[in-house]
């Protein structure tokens, strides 16, 4: 069981809700962020309200759903102690997951379908981080959070 944070804009309302039953199904708690209808919404705030949920530990990941993830996932990085992958495949996922120890999780609703994004999650939540080279690479990272 994880706890997760969830949110999307109106590009993602109908794919977060998707995901947010099927995640729930699956044993996990979900934070539901947002949003719940169409009307346009801009985007930075609903990562910002995810990311804070990882950062103080309220949520152990995140996963946040734009229209592309591409803005999402730079609001994301722009938070400090986030490191937020694009997941598009599953190549993509178990190197955001094992080697940078991604916390949280973008996914673009016009790029990838349900079935898809079902996948992807669910890889993503099983992908242990690999330590070893990668624990000093995310150190760096780390270390560029606090301004070097």
């Excluded at 993830?69 to 994301?76: F, K, L």
């Amino acid at each position: 069981m994880v706890r997760l944070a969830l949110a999307a804009d109106h590009n993602g309302v109908e794919l977060k809700a998707h995901l947010a039953d099927r995640l729930r199904a699956g044993g996990h708690v979900v934070d539901d962020l947002g949003v719940h209808g169409t009307d346009v919404v801009d985007y930075p705030a609903l990562c910002v309200a995810v990311c804070d949920r990882v950062i103080t530990g309220a949520a152990e990941v995140g996963v946040v759903v734009g229209g592309s993830g591409q803005g999402e996932v730079i609001a994301c990085n722009k938070m400090a102690g986030i490191r937020a992958g694009l997941a598009y495949s599953p190549f993509a996922v178990e190197i955001s997951r094992g080697h940078n120890d991604a916390n949280v999780m973008v996914l673009g609703a016009k790029t990838i379908g349900a079935a898809e994004a079902e996948v992807l999650v669910a890889l993503w939540l099983a992908t242990p981080f690999k330590g070893g080279v990668h624990a000093e690479r995310v150190a760096q990272l780390s270390r560029l959070d606090a301004g070097r």
